[in-house]
């Protein structure tokens, strides 16, 4: 019962994004990031949570993209500032700040070195880019990795919010060094 409430509940979001019109911009989503997504992203496999879950099984790549939280700005002088680690689907990578619209030249370098590093280097192996549900970040981050010419790109579109309400296992992550 838990598993036909949960398609129900994805099955209205779906059609609450179509329904609101939701499409892909050309170039990069560059606002908003936190919005109803669109259902597709040419040249990706959009994923339903259990198909992410058969993938993750199988031994695909999986990227997190959710974004580091930002210092507090009302920080005492010298306090120290300890990031937290993210509950994140076992296994991911954790590379933060790479689903921007625009993105510095450090953190592309970032973003190719994790994804490399994610796949062993192999251009065509599952990769799976994931962040929250109605997160444009993920969307962002899944389509500079197929422009950087990963073949078998997979975007999880309800993220770890759909993961963990499908019941699947969360584990705690530290963001990818090197940025």
Known sequence: MRHAAFLAALLALSVTAVAQGVRGPEGYRM?????PVPDTLPGARVLSVEEAHALWG????FVDVLPRPPRPANLPAGTIWREQPRASIPGARW???VGYGAIAEVTEAYFKAGLEQATGGNMAKPLVIFCLAECWMSWNAAKRALEYGYTAVHWLPEGTDGWARAGYPLGMVAAEPGY
């Open 31 to 35: 606002d908003n990031y936190r919005a």
């Open 95 to 97: 590379l933060p700040n």
């Open 58 to 61: 199988a031994g695909a790549a």
